[in-house]
């Protein structure tokens, strides 16, 4: 079993900046495609990047350009850093690993 610990989020300003952190258990992170997801309330929950064993991300249209999906692997963590946080931004970011675990979820809200 994987365990996931997010942190990170909070309450912010628009146009402000966060990172949010997750660190996996587990012996094969560097081998498995690490994911950020988000849930508004009332909506779904939605793919915000991916980043793969090699480094290539992916990114939903809504945050490219906004946010980064990065690793190190070393300490068998993905972060997200989002910058230019927009008030529809706020959701709970959830980290998934290897397309199948999921952590526990973290609130960000970008409020003024």
């Known amino acids: 079993q994987v365990q996931l610990v997010e942190s990170g989020g909070g309450l912010v300003q628009p146009g402000g900046s966060l990172r949010l952190s997750c660190a996996a258990s587990?012996?094969?992170?560097?081998?498995?495609?690490m994911g950020w997801y988000r849930q508004a309330p009332g909506e779904e929950r939605r793919l915000v990047a991916t980043?793969?064993?090699?480094?290539?991300?992916n990114y939903a249209d809504s945050v490219k350009g906004r946010f980064t999906i990065s690793r190190d692997n070393a300490k068998n963590t993905v972060y997200l850093q989002m910058n230019s946080l927009k008030p529809e931004d706020t959701a709970v970011y959830y980290c998934?690993?290897?397309?199948?675990?999921w952590g526990q979820g973290t609130q960000v809200t970008v409020s003024s």
């Open positions: 980043i793969t064993s090699g480094d290539i991300t």
């Open positions: 998934r690993y290897a397309f199948r675990y």
């Open positions: 587990g012996s094969i992170f560097s081998s498995v495609t």
